[in-house]
């Protein structure tokens, strides 16, 4: 049993996560995800998938754009292996990622100095709360969309039996550095977890 499943004695479900022996946080992104995104943000020009896993949202975003360099730290089968988002400095138009859950302000911090255009995070929607991240990111750059998700997105270890679901909000941060003015906040419609699950 995973040992932060009941912390303190308590049920802790939104904690049932155990460690990932081939590199931290590593839970694939559902299809179902990404078609959300692509079909309400357009980018134009290349995409870094830059905690790319093994692929499963870089090969949803060549459906949209066949111009998709994909990249992780660790190597899980697929893309650039070695490669650490947070300390470069290689410029792209646009950048998509899922990042790993304990590195997402520094994930924001890199796509500000990477993506020239645009670049889009899934991250949870609480990563809107906190003074912190209010002083350093979002009274500075804060997002341009926050797309909210009405379904919940149930990420699993690789290779889990799928079943139960999500009880935690997420939502796609989207700056696009074309614009600016204030966050718009959209809600993304339900039914993309039906099509493409």
């Known amino acids: ?16 996560r155990f460690a990932d022996l081939a590199g931290p946080d590593f839970y694939p992104t ?10 309400n943000e357009c980018f134009t020009g290349q995409i870094w998938e830059s905690a790319c896993g093994n692929g499963a949202m870089s090969e949803v975003l060549k459906t949209a754009n066949s111009d998709v360099v994909s990249s992780d730290l660790f190597d899980r089968g697929y893309g650039d292996v070695g490669v650490d988002f947070l300390a470069s400095n290689t410029r792209v138009p646009n950048i998509v990622t899922n990042p790993p859950y304990n590195s997402a302000e520094g994930f924001v911090k890199s796509g500000l100095r990477c993506a020239e ?40 270890p690789m290779n889990a039996e799928r079943k139960g679901s ?6 796609w941060f989207v700056w696009d550095k074309q614009k600016s ?5 959209r809600w993304l419609p339900p039914g993309y977890k039906a099509a493409f699950s």
Request: aromatic content about 14%.
């Open 166 to 171: 999500g009880t935690t909000a997420y939502a």
């Open 117 to 156: 255009k645009k670049f889009a995070l899934l991250l949870r929607l609480a990563f809107l709360e906190g003074a912190k991240r209010q002083k350093s990111i979002f009274s500075i750059s804060p997002p341009t969309r926050v797309w909210v998700f009405s379904e919940r997105i149930t990420f699993y």
């Open 30 to 39: 559902p299809a179902w995800a990404t078609h959300a995104l692509v079909d």
């Open 181 to 185: 003015g204030n966050t718009e906040l």
């Open 1 to 16: 049993m995973d040992a932060t499943y009941n912390l303190n004695g308590g049920f802790k479900p939104t904690l049932k």
